[in-house]
């Protein structure tokens, strides 16, 4: 993960964690030395409040400092990039039916009608795909629209419901 980060976010973290162990370090073996009842029963009530911004601190940086940042050049591109057409597809027991395996680059509007008797959802993996993308639970007779993106390359699309892939609901698409 620590190779992930940026050369920012590692600095930030550092910083904040460097401050919290100084102060744990400090308060656990300096602090007693010059005084035997550290903290003492005055400076007790400081001590816990300090020990508790510090902590509120550190969870603080590691959720600012540790978020995956997208880059902006390729997610802006993506979002600004008018959409190429529209693709119908139909899934029922246990089929994904597309009118064309193959498409060009660009995004896509995908128009998934469920004509089966179960819950079904459309799922894309492939190039420049991150996570999970696709349409939610789509329920018998329904029909939910799907936006992607699609880069040159090879793509799989399926049903996330359990087993439904497993039981032949995935088609391949090639975009290039």
């Known amino acids: 993960m620590l190779a992930a980060l940026s050369t920012d976010h590692k600095i930030g973290l550092g910083v904040v964690g460097a401050i919290f162990i100084a102060f744990a370090l ?4 300096l602090a007693p030395r010059r005084r035997a009842d550290f903290p ?6 400081v001590f816990v409040i300090v020990s508790f911004v510090l902590f509120a601190a ?10 995956e940042s997208e880059p902006k050049s390729a997610h802006a591109g993506a979002e600004a990039a008018p959409v190429a057409g529209t693709v ?3 899934e029922r027991e246990f089929q994904i039916a597309l009118p064309s395996t193959t498409l060009k680059p660009g995004r896509y509007t995908f128009t998934v ?5 179960l819950g079904h959802d459309l799922v894309f993996e492939g190039p420049g795909i991150s996570g999970r993308e696709g349409t939610p639970l789509i329920a018998a007779g329904g029909t939910a629209k799907v936006t992607v993106a699609l880069a040159k390359g090879a793509y799989t699309l399926y049903c996330s419901v359990d087993g439904h892939r497993q039981a032949g609901m995935v088609a391949k698409l090639t975009v290039g």
Request: no cysteine.
């Open 40 to 45: 003492g029963p005055n400076g007790l009530s």
């Open 26 to 29: 400090t308060s656990s073996f």
């Open 113 to 117: 009608k469920n004509a089966g008797k």
């Open 58 to 67: 550190m969870l603080t940086a590691v959720e600012v400092f540790g978020a």
């Open 88 to 90: 119908a597809v139909t």
